[in-house]
């Protein structure tokens, strides 16, 4: 959680950013993607998410199907907007 002030501060932002990258790039390489568990209320978005994301790794012929359960995420996630 960043400060008003901190979120202005566009060098702290491109660090971050770029230590997020290359913590991802290192996980990408080992295949390994820590992921937490989702609180229960949106167990079945996250559900959604984990799959599309299985998806993704089929490559380009699995775009289509991809960006429909994505979008089964979402409309999941909106049904939870008011909470």
């Given at each position: 959680m960043l400060s008003p002030e901190e979120?202005?501060?566009?060098?702290r932002l491109r660090d971050e950013a770029a230590k997020y990258a290359l913590e991802f790039l290192?996980?990408?390489?080992?295949?390994?993607?820590?992921?937490?568990?989702?609180?229960g209320r949106m167990n079945k978005a996250f559900f959604y998410a984990i799959e599309a994301?299985?998806?993704?790794?089929?490559?380009i012929d699995a775009k289509p199907a991809a960006r429909k359960v994505l979008d089964l995420a979402i409309e999941e996630i909106q049904r939870?907007?008011?909470e």
């Open positions: 979120l202005r501060d566009e060098r290192k996980q990408d390489d080992a295949m390994e993607y820590p992921m937490g568990c989702p609180d994301a299985r998806l993704m790794c089929g490559g939870h907007d008011d």
